[in-house]
């Protein structure tokens, strides 16, 4: 069995921002005029913050910012038994975003 793969590399403009997200758990990266004429495709990943289930949806993209939502659950222990609590949004996240154009 062949191990071989295809690999074609981007050939558009990559940009990247970080940001921090607000009291409603929302973060808005705006990128630099002219980057993109179209809305890009873009990776979020998450970083830090306390334990529990983070999750992120992109909430606007356009040519000129980016918005993503982030909703974090606590665990709780229940009678031993660790579930999560309801997602609320998230303040204080970390949030990566990449860019580039389609």
Do not use: C, K
Not at 43 to 66: D, E, K, Y
Request: aromatic share 4%.
């Amino acid at each position: 069995m062949p191990t071989r793969g295809h690999y074609t590399p981007i050939s558009g403009r990559v940009e990247r921002a970080t940001g921090v997200t607000d009291g409603a758990g929302n973060v808005t990266v705006n990128w630099p005029a002219g980057t993109f004429s179209v809305p890009p495709v873009v990776t979020v990943a998450l970083q830090g913050g306390a334990a529990g289930f983070r999750s992120h949806t992109v909430t606007a993209n356009s040519a000129t910012a980016t918005t993503v939502h982030v909703l974090g659950a606590p665990i709780v222990s229940l009678l031993g038994i660790q579930i999560l609590a309801a997602s609320v949004p998230a303040p204080g996240i970390t949030v990566h975003v990449h860019a580039t154009a389609p």
